[in-house]
């Protein structure tokens, strides 16, 4: 039972957060856009 509530309370919150986009839009995406400019050149680090 725990384990059925613990995976609504998670759909809930994903649900949310994608009805916001203005959180997660800086929070997720820039770090991978500055990663995928500027981090993949440096092979030999």
Avoid: D, H, I
């Amino acid at each position: 039972m725990n384990v059925a509530l613990y995976r609504t309370s998670a759909k809930l919150q994903l649900l949310s957060l994608f009805r916001s986009p203005g959180y997660w839009v800086p929070t997720l995406l820039f770090p991978v856009m500055l990663f995928a400019m500027f981090g993949s050149g440096s092979e030999g680090l």
